[in-house]
């Protein structure tokens, strides 16, 4: 990868970084933080599962099996 430099722009009340075009992104949305250091990092934006109801419907009644045969030890499933 080179090493490209990026100015901010300002957008109304927005500030925008723009990406060189060596960097294709791989997701139309993403999650923007910026550390202590400074370090602005953009994090692809995925659907969480246990939010989704689909999901949520298939897996609803399905039990682990457990890895060791035998009895439960106390109120596991409580």
């Known amino acids: 990868m080179t090493n490209n430099t990026v100015?901010?722009?300002?957008?109304?009340?927005?500030?925008?970084?723009?990406?060189?075009k060596e960097i294709k992104p791989k997701a139309k949305k993403y999650r923007v933080f910026q550390g202590r250091d400074g370090m602005i990092v953009y994090?692809?934006?995925?659907?969480?599962?246990?939010k989704n109801q689909a999901f949520?419907?298939?897996?609803k009644?399905?039990?682990?099996?457990?890895?060791?045969?035998?009895?439960?030890?106390?109120n596991e499933l409580s």
């Open 43 to 50: 994090v692809p934006e995925k659907s969480n599962p246990f």
């Open 56 to 59: 949520i419907d298939k897996y």
């Open 7 to 20: 100015k901010i722009r300002k957008s109304g009340n927005s500030n925008i970084l723009t990406l060189p």
């Open 61 to 74: 009644n399905s039990r682990q099996k457990e890895e060791f045969e035998g009895s439960l030890f106390d």
